[in-house]
C-alpha cells in the first residue's frame, strides 16, 4: 500500500514536470516566446530601436517579463495578454514594416495590441489576426495604413479601434457587425464619404472622424442612441441632418472648421435644446448665420460653446450658464452683441433683460403720438399763464421783468451792429412807468 501511495505521487510530479516543460519556460507560454521572438526577426529586417527589444532574446528569462509584454494572473498558464510596440521602430519609420498575422495569431488570449507609429503598410497573412477573438483594444494610429482590412471587422470582441492619422481613403463597411465596438478613432486620414453602415453600431460611445475630408455626414443619428462623444471637426461638411438633435446622450459635438451655412432647420437649430447631456458645443470657423436660439440657454450641462469666426448677429444670451463663457468664444463675429463681447446692441433691446409683452404694450402707450402731444401743449400752457399770473398781479415782479427783457434786447441789437455795420444803432432806454 505504501509502495502504491509513492507511485502515485511520483506519477503526480511527473506530470507537474512534463506540464511545465510543454507549455512553460520560466512562466510564459513557450509557443507564445516563440512567436515573440519571431516578431522581432520580422523588425530585423526593417529597422528598429534596438534598446526597445533588448530584453528579447533567447534564454532571456521569462517572457512576460520582456519590454512591452504583459501576462495574465491565472493559475492554469500564464498567456500574454498585452503587446504594445509602439514607437518601437523610432529613427526607422522610413522603411514600412508588413507585419505577419500568423504570428500575432498565436497570442490567443491577447486582450490589447498596441502597433503605433510604425510605418506599418499592410499585413502578410492577415487571417492570423481573426484567431485573436479575446481582442478588446486594437491601437494602430501613426502608420501608413491606406485600407481597412477586413479581418479587423471579424474580430467581433473588439471594443476600441484606433487608426488615426493614417492614410485611409474609404471608409470601412464593415463596422455594422461590431456590435461590442465601443470607441473608433479614423481622424487625421483622407476619407471623403462615411459608411452609412456605421449608424448601426448601437453600441458605440466615441466616434472621431476628425481632420479628413467628409463633405457630408449620413443622416440616422437617431439608431446612435449610446454616441457620447462625435469629433467632426476639420472636414469640408456643408450640411448637418437634423436628426443628430435626436442623441440625448451627446455630450461632446465638435462640427468646427467647416464649411457648414446652415442646418436644414435653420442657422443653429432650436432643436438642439434637446441635447440636454451635452456639455460641449464647438462651431467655429464655420460660415453660419442669423443668431444663436435663446433655447440654448435651457442646456444647463452646457460648460464649453464656440461659436467664433462664423456670421452670426444679434444678441447672445448672458443668462444661466451662458454668463460662465468667454469673449474669445464668440470673436470674429462682428454683428454679435451683448455683455459678453462688450457691444451694446442697437435694436434697444437690453442685453440682460428681454422685454415681456406686457411691457411692450405699456411702452407704446406712453410712447403714442397723442399722449406725447398732449404732454407738451400741457406743460407750455401752465408754464405760460403760470408766468403772466406773476406779472399781472406782482408790481415789483412786472417791473424788474420789463427792465430784464429790455436789457437782453438791447445787448442782443448791440451784438447784430457789432457783426453786420449797416445796422444802424438802437438806444432803447426805460419808459417811465
Same mark, same amino acid.
Given at each position: ?5 509513492? =507511485? ?12 511545465? +516543460?510543454?507549455? %512553460?519556460?520560466?512562466? +510564459? ?22 534598446? =526597445? ?7 532571456? &528569462? ?8 504583459? +501576462? ?82 471579424? $474580430? ?28 473608433? %478613432? ?19 460611445? *466615441? ?6 475630408? $467628409?463633405? /457630408? ?10 454616441? /457620447?462623444?462625435? %469629433? ?59 443668431? $444663436?436660439?435663446?433655447?440654448? =440657454?435651457? *442646456? ?11 456670421? *452670426? ?28 463681447? &462688450? ?9 440682460? %433683460? ?23 401743449? =400741457? ?55
Amino acid at each position: 500500500m505504501e509502495g502504491s501511495c509513492g =507511485a502515485l505521487v511520483r506519477i503526480l510530479i511527473g506530470c507537474v514536470f512534463i506540464r511545465c +516543460c510543454v507549455f %512553460h519556460v520560466n512562466g +510564459c507560454v513557450e509557443e507564445e516566446r516563440r512567436a515573440l521572438l519571431d516578431i522581432k526577426l520580422s523588425l530585423d529586417s526593417v529597422g528598429y530601436n534596438s534598446t =526597445a527589444l533588448e530584453d528579447w532574446v533567447i534564454g532571456g &528569462g521569462d517572457c512576460c517579463n520582456w519590454t512591452g509584454v504583459t +501576462c495574465g494572473n491565472s493559475s492554469y498558464q500564464h498567456n500574454i495578454i498585452s503587446i504594445s510596440l509602439n514607437y518601437v521602430r523610432e529613427g526607422f519609420i522610413s522603411e514600412e514594416w508588413y507585419p505577419n498575422g500568423s504570428h500575432f495569431g498565436q497570442f490567443t488570449e491577447l486582450d490589447q495590441l498596441d502597433l503605433a507609429f510604425n510605418s506599418i503598410a499592410g499585413w502578410v497573412d492577415p487571417q492570423g489576426f481573426m484567431i485573436l477573438q479575446n481582442l478588446k483594444s486594437l491601437l494602430l494610429a501613426d502608420n501608413h495604413i491606406k485600407r481597412v482590412d477586413p479581418w479587423i471587422s471579424n $474580430i467581433t470582441s473588439l471594443q476600441a479601434i484606433d487608426l488615426s492619422s493614417n492614410m485611409i481613403e474609404e471608409f470601412p463597411s464593415g463596422f455594422w457587425g461590431m456590435q461590442n465596438l465601443e470607441y473608433l %478613432h479614423l481622424g487625421d486620414n483622407d476619407i471623403k464619404r462615411v459608411h452609412p453602415s456605421i449608424l448601426n453600431n448601437t453600441s458605440l460611445q *466615441l466616434l472621431d472622424l476628425s481632420s479628413n475630408m $467628409i463633405k /457630408e455626414f449620413p443622416s440616422g443619428f437617431w439608431g446612435m442612441q449610446n454616441l /457620447e462623444y462625435l %469629433h467632426l471637426g476639420d472636414n469640408d461638411i456643408k450640411r448637418v441632418h437634423p436628426s443628430i438633435s435626436n442623441n440625448t446622450s451627446l455630450q461632446l459635438l465638435d462640427l468646427s472648421s467647416n464649411m457648414i451655412k446652415e442646418f436644414p432647420s435653420g442657422s443653429i437649430p432650436e432643436s438642439f435644446q434637446n441635447l440636454t447631456s451635452l456639455e460641449s458645443l464647438d462651431l467655429s470657423f464655420n460660415n453660419l448665420s442669423s443668431e $444663436i436660439p435663446p433655447q440654448l =440657454a435651457q *442646456l444647463n450641462a452646457l460648460s464649453t460653446f464656440r461659436v467664433a469666426y462664423n456670421n *452670426l448677429s444679434g444678441i447672445i444670451p448672458s443668462n444661466r450658464q451662458f454668463s460662465t463663457f468667454n469673449a474669445s468664444d464668440f470673436e470674429g463675429n462682428p454683428n454679435l452683441c451683448g455683455l459678453l463681447v &462688450g457691444r451694446s446692441c442697437s435694436n434697444g433691446t437690453s442685453e440682460t %433683460h428681454r422685454i415681456t409683452d406686457d411691457e411692450v404694450d405699456k411702452q407704446r402707450v406712453i410712447d403714442s403720438p397723442v399722449i406725447y402731444y398732449s404732454f407738451i401743449g =400741457a406743460s407750455h400752457a401752465i408754464g405760460f399763464w403760470g408766468v403772466i399770473a406773476v406779472i399781472v398781479f406782482k408790481y415789483n415782479w412786472r417791473n424788474n421783468h420789463h427792465f430784464n427783457m429790455v436789457n437782453v434786447l438791447d445787448s442782443l441789437v448791440s451784438n447784430l451792429a457789432g457783426q453786420y455795420p449797416l445796422c444802424p444803432q438802437v438806444n432803447r432806454g426805460v419808459r417811465p412807468i
